[in-house]
Every structure is written in C-alpha cells, then in structure tokens.
C-alpha cells in the first residue's frame, strides 16, 4: 500500500482500456441540456453511467428531482467512514451543450467516441464527461491501494443543467446542505493555461450580461430624405458603447474596475504565459488594460466585451435611418467588483454622458469567487500536483471564464481547488470538441496522489485539515473493529 501503487493503478485504468471504454459509454449518452427541457437522458446517465461504478466504490446514491421546472437532476453520492472523519465534496455535470452534429468533421461526431492521434473526439470529452470521468478513476484506484480505505468521508454532486446555467443549483444545495456538509471541495472543469503542465485554480471571475438598447421611433425612414434631421441609433449607441469602454479595450466606468491587483496574485501570476499553443489565436498587443501583463489581464482583471451589434439589417441593408438599435455587452469581472450594482452604475454613467433615452437590461448574472492564494490548502495541492505530475505547476486565483463556484465557496463555505484536465483550444462547445488522451493520463495519476495525500497521516504531506479532526478520527478508527463504512 503507497503512493506509488495507487497512481501505477490510475495509469493501467487508462493504459489497459477501461477509461476509454468507460468514457465511450458516456459519451453515448445525448445529455444536451441546452434545449429548454430535461430529456430522459440526462437521468439516465446518472442511474446508468455513474450511479453503479459509484455503488461499487461504497457510495449511497440518490437522485434529486430539480425544483425548477425544465431543469435537469441531480446525483448526491455519499461515502461516510466515520462521522468524525472531514469530508472532501467532489462536484462535476453530465450535461453537454447542443451536439451541432452536422458542423463536426467528416468521420467525427458527437455521440461517439472518435480517435485521431492523441485527441479523442466526443461531445463531453473535455466538458465535463471526460473530467469526472478522470476522477472517478482516481479514486478508485486510491481505495484499490489502500484496501477500501480513503481515510477521510467523500461526496459527489453531479448536476445535469450547467450547460443551460445551473437552473435549481442554488435552490438543492440550499435544501441538501446538510448532505453536502463539506471541509473541502476539490473539483474538476474548464481547461489548463496550456497543454504543457497542470494547472491548479482557485475560484472563476464572475459575468453580468447586459443589453443596451435604443428605440428611437416606430419605424425606419429614408436617409436621404431624413437623413440629417433625425438622429440615428446606430450612431448614438455606438458612441454611448464608446463611453463605456475605450478604442484599446479599457474600461472607463471607474465604478466597473476591479481593485488593484495584490502582491500575492501578481506573484502567482508571474511568469505564466497567456497562449502560444498551435490552435490559439496571437494576442493583441496593447490590447486592454495597460501596465498589465496578459496573465493580469486575463486572470485579475475587469474587461466589458461587446457580444453582438444590431442596427438594420448587416445581411441586407437598405438606405434608411433604423429606428432602433441594441448592443449585448458582456462585464467579465473578479472578486471586489459591484457587480450586484451594475445596472444603476451603467444607467448614471450613460446619464452623466447624455445618453439618457439608451436603455439598461441585466439579462444573466454570475458571481466571482477566489481562494485566498496564501490559504494553506493552495501550498498543499500544489505540492500534491507537482509531485505527481513530476512538472512546475500554473497557479491561477481564479479561472478566467465562469463557473458556479459560489454554490461551494459562499453557500458551503468552502475552501475551493479545481483541477482542470482540458485544455484552451479542446472546441469546447463547438464542433471537433475533444480530449487530449495524455492529459486525462495524466489527469488520473495527479488526481489519484490528490486523493492518496488527502488522507496521509505523516508530517511529510499531510493535509491541512483545519480542525485537527482527521488525526483524532484516524486515532479512533485504528481501535476499531470495524471493516468499512459506508454512507446511508
């Protein structure tokens, strides 16, 4: 039993066939959540894909029906040997967006599980179906070597409507917070800063989708006969755009940038290259907040994107003045922002500039979160990551894109570690989407030592359980008689 044999376990899941078989299953399964209703698959992946391997693992399994209507199920699985013991929650979803399946290469589709040199196709691979998937086998391979024992409890909560925005997330952990009482949640989602090394994140900057739109009159007129005399909406929302963020992508509204960045997120970012890889696109250089580095930029920063344009028509336009114009604007931002107040920031700022008949609307919002970079579980999980993976470890304080990760870090109160097994250019959520097979290699040994340390008793790699508590249960385990214990 050691450290060792349990990440040679993770490797021979993999090297002997069984995870790409296991993945093949569940990629099979058309669980699009996407689609404004809760087909029968997303269900049927829970009882039928993850439900029996969970079983076997010595998980209590039940599905939660979602409270809001049209959204997909939820799986609690529990794993308690002993109630004194800290717990580790595990989060992941099952759910894909749309398949797009006539947009996929010839001989690629969604619904299969493809091999092409190192990437394996499939709607799922890389979000989130292949992640879970990598850590289910961490941990078996973990209660192989250690002979069904973690030492610590275990749950996992696999949500089937991320793709469509977590409808009900908020509502079932409120109601199940006592089944998903945790000290710790270490999860998987989103990609790697880049194929080259592992990545370990803290938390995600939060989004606020906002429209700005301007009705000027009932209906367009002809620009040479009024043209000149009446204003134009595409002109003034453009220009009230303007205001809002400059030629070079800064953000103007002072209310909407972030707090400085901290010595100790500037030091985590140091030195972590933004891009580079074969399929990303070349930064722009000046583009964005200036005396920032990219990784700054990207990782601890605001920015306001323009998502779509619409005035007239751009497929067929004709000559007249259109009567209105709408802007979809996007405000990515960290921990710190007013994000709560953005629509009465936004209504002064367009006031204060004249643009006072261009409206606000607040159509999506989602929260930012980040672990303290200097939390003890940080160092650990790095020191975890890097031992197993033999490689310099990218820490990010949070991932660049979004993810529901205030559910765990402010409705639980959780410390948050997320460990991506994808990377930037998968085509997650396009067509071509896909797995890179040495990274999900990789991926169950770094989360098999991830999941062997956590219950390491010795000086040398022990977690930092807050309370103590794993050393007292593990004292009152080891006079007990008892040969397992599993969750009811």
């Known amino acids: 039993m050691s450290r060792t044999s349990s990440l040679a376990a993770a490797a021979s899941y993999f090297d002997e066939g069984a995870f790409f078989a296991d993945l093949q299953r569940r990629v099979a399964f058309r669980t699009e959540s996407d689609t ?3 087909t029968p698959a997303l269900e049927a992946y829970l009882r039928e894909e993850l439900m029996p391997p969970l079983a076997a693992l010595g998980f209590a399994c039940e599905v939660i029906a979602n409270p809001v209507p049209g959204g997909g199920p939820f799986l609690i699985a529990r794993r308690v040997e002993d109630p004194a013991l800290p717990t580790v929650l595990t989060y992941g979803h099952g759910d894909v967006v749309s398949g797009q399946d006539a947009q996929w290469d010839e001989g690629l589709g969604p619904w299969a599980l493809t091999v092409r040199g190192e990437r394996w196709y499939g709607r799922g691979t890389a979000d989130n179906k292949g992640q879970h998937s990598i850590n289910l086998g961490g941990l078996a391979a973990v209660l192989k070597a250690r002979g069904g024992r973690l030492g610590y409890n275990m749950t996992w909560l696999i ?20 089944a998903l009482r945790a000290d710790l949640l270490i999860a998987c989602d989103g990609p790697r800063v880049s194929a080259e090394r592992p990545t370990l994140f803290l938390g ?34 453009s220009h009230a755009v303007a205001s809002l963020v400059d030629a070079r992508g800064r953000i103007l509204v002072e209310a909407l940038r972030p707090p400085a960045v901290s010595p100790a997120v500037r ?68 921990v710190g922002t007013p994000w709560q107040d953005l629509q009465q920031i936004v209504r002064r700022h367009l006031d204060a500039h004249g643009f006072n008949e261009v409206g606000v609307e607040v159509t999506l919002a989602g929260v930012a979160t980040r ?9 650990w999980a790095r020191a ?31 410390p948050t570690l997320w460990v991506p097994h994808s990377y930037p250019a998968c085509a997650q959520h396009a067509p ?37 508590r794993l050393a007292r249960a593990a004292s009152s385990l080891s006079s007990s008689s008892s040969t397992t214990g599993h969750a009811s």
Request: charged residues 15%; proline residues 6%; hydrophobic residues 45%.
């Open 384 to 414: 975890s990551i890097e031992q197993s993976s033999g490689q310099h470890l990218d820490l990010l304080p949070n991932l660049a894109g979004s993810l529901p990760n205030d559910v765990f870090a402010d409705l639980l109160g959780l």
């Open 371 to 379: 672990l303290d970079v200097e939390n003890p579980w940080v160092g």
């Open 159 to 178: 949500e089937m409507g991320e793709e469509a925005a977590s409808p009900g997330l908020h509502a079932v952990c409120t109601q199940q917070r006592e």
């Open 204 to 237: 995600s900057r939060g989004a606020v989708n906002f429209s700005l739109r301007l009705r000027a009159r009932p209906r367009g007129y002809h620009s040479g006969n009024w043209g000149g005399v009446l204003a134009n909406p595409g002109t003034v929302l």
């Open 267 to 334: 030091e985590a970012l140091a030195g972590i290259a933004i891009g580079g890889g074969a399929d990303d696109p070349a930064l722009d250089a000046g583009w964005g907040e200036p005396g920032l580095s990219p990784a700054e930029r990207l990782v601890a920063w605001n920015t306001i994107e323009v998502l779509a344009l619409g005035a007239g028509s751009a497929q067929r336009p004709v000559n007249a003045i259109p009567a209105e114009a709408v802007a979809h604007c996007q405000l990515r931002f960290v």
């Open 36 to 38: 404004g209703a809760a």
């Open 432 to 468: 071509n989407e896909h797995l890179l097979a040495p990274l999900a290699r990789a991926g169950l040994q770094i989360m098999a030592g991830l999941y062997w340390d956590l219950g390491e008793q010795g000086d040398q790699g022990k977690a930092p359980w807050a309370d103590g």
